[in-house]
């Protein structure tokens, strides 16, 4: 009888990570952060069908980076438990953390007791109906959850991304400036994202109850063309004394630099100077 082959546990974990690693980080990135009305979730994804942003629940959406088939199974699961425990509870009761928590425990599982972990990275996201109240979930591939506070990078390449939102991230920015710090965190410095390789949704408390709302090609465009509120600034027009300051010269002088001030008559007219003499009393009116 042949022994089977053993592997130590360590290098059998260590090797199965690096796999799920490895096909995670060819998959294009995605970026979800949080704006003054909401969270916003940008990914890049030429494809018009096949999508890696959707609607979970009301306030509750969904990003996934890997394998599509495995991450939009994941996706149709958290339907099916948010339906059925809205439906025998009631829908207050569906919330991201939840979500988050059996998505992490399915994907320990799967990562501790099968021969092939899942090659995904999800998101769940759940948007606040006050700002700060906004909940962010990264979910690892096996099973590790991260709670986020201002944004997520999911995908390949999340280093330095992040590393490019660090700095571009200012708190309470416009959807406008928020959508352009993630395109361009994106793209990096030495590649430009086009809208139509671009899948953007956002999570908007002011819609109501159905938060989610898919932002089309169109409106992606003309949000990308806005100028931030931080760049839109340039230098300020000088003001209107400072401008006849500029053009008239020093005070008391005249455009071209003489000395017109009034009451003032020109040495010429002045006659000659008393040279310690005694002055002229004054008048009195």
């Not at 230098?235 to 009034?262: D, Q, R, T, V």
């Amino acid at each position: 009888m042949t022994m089977p082959f053993y592997v130590a546990p360590e290098q059998f974990m260590k090797d199965k990570a690096d796999f799920a690693r490895k096909n995670i980080a060819r998959g294009r990135p995605l970026v979800a952060t949080v704006y003054a009305d909401g969270v916003l979730i940008c990914s890049e994804n030429p494809s018009r069908s096949l999508h890696k942003v959707s609607e979970i629940y009301d306030r509750i959406a969904f990003g996934g980076v890997g394998k599509y088939n495995e991450f939009d199974q994941l996706r149709r699961a958290g339907v099916q438990h948010a339906d059925l425990k809205g439906y025998q509870f009631s829908r207050d009761d569906v919330d991201a953390r939840s979500l988050a928590n059996l998505y992490a425990q399915y994907m320990g599982a799967v990562f501790t007791h099968e021969m092939k972990p899942l090659e995904v990275e999800i998101l769940v996201v759940e948007v606040g109906t006050r700002p700060g109240e906004d909940q962010m979930f990264h979910i690892l591939y096996d099973g590790t959850v991260v709670d986020e506070d201002r944004f997520t990078v999911l995908g390949g390449e999340a280093e330095a991304i992040a590393g490019r939102m660090v700095r571009a991230y200012r708190a309470g920015w416009p959807l406008a400036e928020a959508l352009v710090a993630a395109v361009g965190a994106l793209g990096g410095p030495e590649r430009k994202v086009s809208p139509h390789e671009l899948e953007v949704a956002v999570l908007d408390r002011r819609n109501g109850r159905r938060a989610f709302r898919r932002v089309l090609e169109a409106e992606v465009a003309g949000l990308l063309a806005e100028k931030p509120m931080a760049e839109a600034g340039g230098k300020a027009a000088p003001e209107p004394s400072e401008a006849g300051a500029s053009a008239e010269g020093p005070a008391g002088e005249g455009p071209a630099g003489e000395k017109g001030s009034a009451g003032e008559r020109p040495t010429s007219e002045a006659g000659p100077a008393n040279k310690g003499g005694p002055t002229e009393p004054e008048q009195a009116g």
